[in-house]
Nanobody, 121 residues
Framework: QVQLVESGGGLVQAGGSLRLSCAAS????????MGWYRQAPGKQRELVAL???????NYADSVNGRFTISRDNAKNTVYLQMNSLKPEDTAVYYC???????????????WGQGTQVTVSS
């Protein structure tokens, strides 16, 4: 079992920044992928960005150049720095931990409880 605890969501004006954090604990296998997904009301959950423990990243086109994912493998923590936020970035953001290097973003894994990000215009 892997437990994920997210933090850092909130309300911000368009053009502002937020930083999300997600700490993993439990049966952590060093060969893993951690990522951020989001789900807006009435929409499907979608990949935002992910990073393998080897450093490979994958970003959604909609956030490329504005968001940056990073991680501290020693702390089993992944971060998402979100800059130039837009109202369409409003969603619940979820952290996901997957065993192995899964750069597609698909596959089974463990999910955090989600953190709300709201961007006002």
């Amino acid at each position: 079992q892997v437990q994920l605890v997210e933090s850092g969501g909130g309300l911000v004006q368009a053009g502002g920044s937020l930083r999300l954090s997600c700490a993993a604990s439990g049966s952590i296998f060093s060969f893993n992928t951690m990522g951020w997904y989001r789900q807006a009301p009435g929409k499907q959950r979608e990949l935002v960005a992910l990073m393998t423990s080897g450093g490979t990243t994958n970003y959604a086109d909609s956030v490329n150049g504005r968001f940056t994912i990073s991680r501290d493998n020693a702390k089993n923590t992944v971060y998402l720095q979100m800059n130039s936020l837009k109202p369409e970035d409003t969603a619940v953001y979820y952290c996901k931990w997957t065993m192995g290097w899964v750069t597609s973003g698909n596959g089974n894994g463990y999910w955090g409880q989600g953190t709300q990000v709201t961007v006002s215009s």
